[in-house]
């Protein structure tokens, strides 16, 4: 809410943000029940049993039958307050299937974001209306947290690794992003701004965006140049493990480990590569570690993820296909 | 309210004041030093946990480590650590007994064990860092992959094996205070109690490295320079 | 009221036995000890009240207009980390526990008398890291010392305040290995656990508490130093570290800790609910056990401060349904509390307002807990004002109340004096009204988004920010008076009888203030505790 009028309530611009807000409003109003119970309680007992000539206290030494309920009934609701709220949390931590992918790399002190079809920007976020969208954070430095309080989304935004926070708008307008972990001098500079816009007008928002091409494209040009393609070649099995269908799927390692081939996953592989050694493979692959930036990063993971089915490196529609997604389809929110 | 200490008494000049009997009062001291040795467990148990996590994380880093670890050296020093528990254990044994002799010899013999030890990890610490650079910071090195991996595996070393140190210095400082009391015949069957405690606090920094040594030393079979 | 000087009686008492410098910083006596700690601590909250002035004074304009950005991060740092770690840990058990626990169990003294000096030493060489910490240019890592923002990002004196929290730990440390074998070998003949008043057992749980989690900050703070100084790589992901185990490993004390700020204020309640209604506590059994649940149950619960650190969501489930199994016993004591006062015989005394206060201000605080325990609404509102509000509830509308008024319930014990009770019920509800301006409109920015930390923010945010301030002068004021009177009761206040308030308890059949050893026989108790069936009621007029 960009006024300068006395809010009282922040908008609501998510599709999640109607549920936080109805859980809230159930807390809010069982606090209110809850104080304003013990508030009279004391002020009725004051009054009522205040010291005076003539009247005594009456020594009660307890009752297991009030404490029993007294225990029960509130961990009943407690634990009703529980699996709302996880509910909640579970839809916010499953990014459907088909999410818009963007790029997020946060710095002290200002939010850095790449479209895959090639825009930047900075501390300025345009996304369209009524689409999933999948930010795909890390940081540069320090811990931030990408935080859209119209959105109700908050997530820590961690050096080394990615990490995921995800939204679909249902409301055009401008909305404060803020960063909510303390990350030194200009922590509280560190703000921006989500603009929503309607599908057309983002469509032609995207039109004339930046001459660099698609993230994927980019990713594609420092595949070659840095000379991934000749140990990981598209045409046939080199030295290096065959990167095609390879992204969402499981990935056996040499310790006889399987994990997901996620975005962290490409990530530590390029910067670590001696830590997940696929199965079948010798450790020869460089660090590129201090080679390639975090945008660099940003970039190729897009083109991995995009190497589907045809090995020519053209943008293909990124297919999401981690196994918490393909679960949470059932759950997608509309 | 009735009288705990009849109005003569043939009190132990030890007796503080705040305490009824002897025995209340030596109760009381053993359970502070054991509540203390509960804190010790909790401060080297972070440093554990950490150990834990990174070892189940990179593990072939761990084994790299522990393969440059001075086999023979952190040996030595564990039968050096058991024998000074043991003599530790005889002199408690002695001041209980009133033997005022043996127990300042076992007693002393216990701190040349522990300088022993001491001086055996410093030749340790001067071979890992002096001589093979494997401090971490700006200093480190290490050939072979999974460099910051075995870093901090250093670091880990360093940090635990440290504090473990210090409490040895610690521990060397307060038996010798201990037996220089002794021979002056401080302590006896009626009095023994620092002596005891001491013991508990040298028990529990040997059951520490009991816990460093098979996680530094003997991960891996291995062993090179 | 009189203002010449009212002399106290000649008896002999642990204040006049001995004078000079030397017989206080040499006293082994727990009493001694206690205003020790008592000066020691009222100096701290002084230095850290006087931050978050300049806090909200610089939060009254959306811009950064009164201090630089750098000199905003230092002020809420180190309010937090000398309100927390010099002010809230030690006030309860180091100043009341320490006077009052032996008495309470019928002992002479604590079972370490000189370990209680060294504590106290301790904090004081704390805090003389701190004022250092402070003077020369502060720290501004935040109270929590995230990394790698405290390790590799700044050039301000974080191992100087790290050394100093870690040294006050081991006060903290020593205080609860004290209390606790104290506890179980120094009882009187008599004096079984179940007859214990809940004040002791409130401090027992609490010493466990600082027993086993505070060597685990110590271990945090040390791995911090090691890492700036060595580099280490530990929490430094360019070196394959893991910035969350430091979140573990500080949360894992931090949590807990919060625990020990609340439950010594609890007990505190008891004492005064009980005195005040002139009846036994309801539900005795139920209220020691809660007490002990609390602080067992608070070792499991520390990851919902870490919902959006990037924990695993299964995780995430796990700590946010323990976090509502710990709000179970607190909220049973809230009850128990309540019942107390049904059919009590209830004095409007300052310390009894104290107590109104707390139950009122506990409850609003414990209740938001429910709020930030559900995960959904803690993406939302963690990191916003709103957590800011929640805990300067408990905190200060709870646990700062709750030693006000304990202070000034023992305050005749203390000094042999009385405070002038008019004045201590005006202080208790200015105090109430300010805290209730300043942080209420807090969880409304919370809710609104206003992130926390902020030293400048969005302009919608102002109207609240100035009532916020506004409150906290008030406060200020509130927190000003009691400074006054104790102050002045201390020479003009009207003697103390041995049981002003017609109390149960073992303090109050003891000379006001006690002798050096407390008691001239040690006692034989045969009466269970809270035998209010039994005590004459204080006269209305005292």
Request: with cysteine.
């Amino acid at each position: 809410m960009l006024s300068n009028t006395f809010p009282l309530w922040p908008t609501r611009a998510s599709t999640i943000s109607g549920q936080v807000d109805a859980l809230f409003i159930f807390l809010l109003m069982l606090c209110g029940l809850m104080c304003m119970a013990i508030f009279v309680a004391i002020v009725v007992f004051a009054i009522r049993y205040r010291k005076r000539p003539g009247h005594q206290a009456t020594q009660i030494e307890g009752s297991n039958a009030v404490e029993f309920t007294w225990t029960f009934i509130p961990a009943g609701i407690f634990l009703f307050i529980f699996v709302w709220g996880a509910y909640i949390y579970f839809l916010e931590r499953t990014p459907p299937r088909d999410s818009m992918d963007v790029y997020t790399v946060a710095k002290q002190w200002m939010w850095k974001f790449q479209h895959t079809e090639g825009q930047r920007e900075i501390n300025e976020l345009h996304i369209p209306i009524g689409r999933d969208v999948r930010m795909i954070m890390t940081s540069q430095d320090v811990i931030h947290s990408f935080y859209v309080p119209a959105f109700r989304i908050k997530q820590d935004v961690l050096p080394g690794r990615y990490t995921i926070a995800w939204f679909r708008a249902s409301k055009a307008g401008t909305y404060h992003l803020f960063c909510a972990e303390y990350c030194g001098t200009n922590h509280s500079g560190m703000i921006g701004d989500v603009v929503v816009m309607e599908p057309a007008q983002f469509q032609s928002w995207l039109n004339g965006g930046g001459p660099m091409g698609s993230l994927t494209q980019t990713g594609e040009g420092l595949f070659q140049s840095l000379g991934c393609s000749t140990c990981h070649r598209l045409d046939t099995q080199g030295r290096g493990p065959n990167l095609i269908g390879v992204f969402g799927k499981p990935v056996l390692l040499e310790d006889g480990r399987t994990i997901t081939a996620d975005e962290n996953y490409v990530r530590e592989s390029i910067l670590s590569p001696a830590a997940k050694v696929v199965s079948g493979f010798k450790p020869i692959m460089p660090t590129f570690q201090g080679i390639v930036s975090e945008e660099q990063l940003n970039a190729l993971v897009a083109y991995i993820k995009s190497l589907t089915a045809r090995p020519s490196g053209a943008a293909q529609n990124p297919t999401f296909q981690s196994p918490a997604a393909s679960k949470a389809d059932t759950t997608r929110q509309r | 309210m009735s009288d705990s200490t009849p109005a003569v008494v043939e009190h132990n000049p030890d007796l503080r004041h705040h305490f009824a009997t002897m025995e209340q009062q030596t109760e009381t001291a053993v359970m502070g030093m054991w509540v203390f040795l509960i804190t010790e467990i909790m401060f080297f148990g972070g440093m554990f946990a950490g150990y834990v996590i990174y070892r189940h994380l990179y593990y072939s880093a761990w084994l790299e480590g522990s393969q440059r670890m001075d086999f023979w050296w952190g040996t030595i020093n564990t039968v050096v650590l058991l024998c000074s528990s043991l003599t530790m254990a005889l002199a408690v044994r002695a001041t209980q007994l009133g033997h005022r002799k043996s127990t300042v010899t076992l007693l002393i013999i216990t701190i040349l064990f522990g300088l022993a030890f001491l001086g055996i990890k410093g030749i340790e610490y001067w071979g890992h860092i002096v001589t093979e650079h494997q401090l971490p910071g700006p200093g480190f090195r290490f050939a072979g992959p999974n460099t910051s991996q075995v870093e901090i595996f250093f670091s880990f070393y360093f940090a635990m094996t440290g504090f473990h140190a210090l409490h040895m210095i610690i521990g060397v400082g307060l038996v010798s205070f201990i037996a220089y009391y002794a021979w002056k015949g401080r302590y006896g069957a009626h009095y023994y109690t620092p002596v005891e405690n001491t013991g508990l606090y040298w028990h529990f920094v040997d059951i520490v490295w009991i816990y460093l040594y098979p996680l530094f030393y003997l991960i891996s079979h291995i062993h090179r320079k | 009221m009189a203002s010449t000087p009212v002399a106290a009686p000649e008896r002999e008492n642990y204040l006049n036995n001995e004078y000079g410098i030397s017989s206080w910083l040499f006293t082994t006596d727990h009493k001694r000890i206690a205003l020790l700690y008592l000066v020691t601590i009222t100096f701290f909250f002084f230095i850290g009240g006087f931050f978050a002035l300049l806090i909200r004074l610089e939060l009254l304009t959306p811009e950064g207009d009164l201090v630089l950005a750098d000199t905003y991060n230092k002020l809420f740092t180190m309010h937090g980390q000398v309100m927390i770690f010099f002010f809230l840990i030690p006030a309860v058990p180091a100043v009341l526990g320490n006077f009052l626990i032996p008495i309470m169990i019928g002992a002479k003294d604590l079972a370490f008398p000189r370990i209680n000096l060294l504590s106290w030493y301790l904090l004081v060489i704390g805090g003389c890291f701190m004022t250092y910490t402070i003077l020369s240019g502060g720290v501004d890592t935040g109270w929590t010392f995230y990394t790698p923002l405290s390790t590799h990002f700044l050039d301000t004196h974080v191992i100087a305040a790290a050394l100093a929290i870690f040294i006050a730990g081991f006060s903290s440390i020593l205080t609860g290995l004290n209390f606790i074998v104290t506890i179980h070998r120094m009882r009187a003949p008599g004096m079984t656990w179940s007859r214990l008043p809940l004040f002791v057992w409130a401090n027992y749980a609490t010493a466990i508490i600082q027993v086993l989690g505070t060597p685990v900050l110590a271990i945090s703070l040390m791995l911090v130093a090691l890492e700036r100084v060595f580099h280490l790589g530990i929490f430094d992901p360019r070196l394959g570290g893991d910035p969350l185990l430091f979140q573990h490993l500080f949360w894992f004390y931090s949590h807990p800790a919060v625990y020990i700020m609340i439950l010594p204020g609890m007990g505190v309640i008891s004492e005064i609910v009980t005195c005040f209604s002139h009846k036994r506590i309801f539900g005795y059994q139920f209220m020691a056990l809660a007490l002990i649940a609390i602080a067992v149950l608070g070792f499991l619960v520390w990851a919902h401060h870490m919902f959006v650190a990037g924990i695993s969501l299964y995780a995430a489930l796990v700590f946010s349904l323990l976090s509502y199994f710990v709000a179970v016993p607190s909220a049973i004591k809230v009850f128990n509390w309540t019942a107390t006062m049904f059919k009590g015989s209830i004095t409007y005394s300052t310390p009894m307002l104290y107590a109104f206060g707390f139950i009122g201000l506990f409850t609003m605080g414990g209740m938001t807990g429910l709020f930030v325990a559900a995960l959904g609404i803690d993406v939302h509102v963690t990191d916003t004002y709103f957590v800011v509000a929640h805990f300067h509830y408990i905190m200060v509308g709870g646990m700062v109340m709750a030693y006000m008024g304990g202070l000034h319930f023992w305050w005749p014990k203390l000094s042999g004096r009385m405070y002038p009770e008019n004045w201590g019920r005006l202080a208790a509800l200015i105090i109430f009204i300010g805290f209730n301006l300043t942080f209420f409109p807090q969880f409304v920015l919370g809710w609104l988004g206003m992130p926390r930390r902020y030293w400048q923010y969005s302009p919608e945010f102002q109207v609240l920010n100035v009532l916020s301030t506004a409150g906290a002068t008030i406060l200020a004021v509130g927190y000003l008076l009691p400074m006054v009177y104790f102050l002045w009761s201390m020479r003009y206040g009207k003697p103390a009888s041995d049981n002003p308030w017609g109390a149960a308890g073992l303090e109050w059949m003891i000379s006001s203030p006690p002798t050096t050893f407390n008691f001239d026989q040690t006692p034989t108790v045969t009466w269970e505790a809270y035998n209010y069936d039994e005590l004459q009621e204080a006269p209305v007029e005292r």
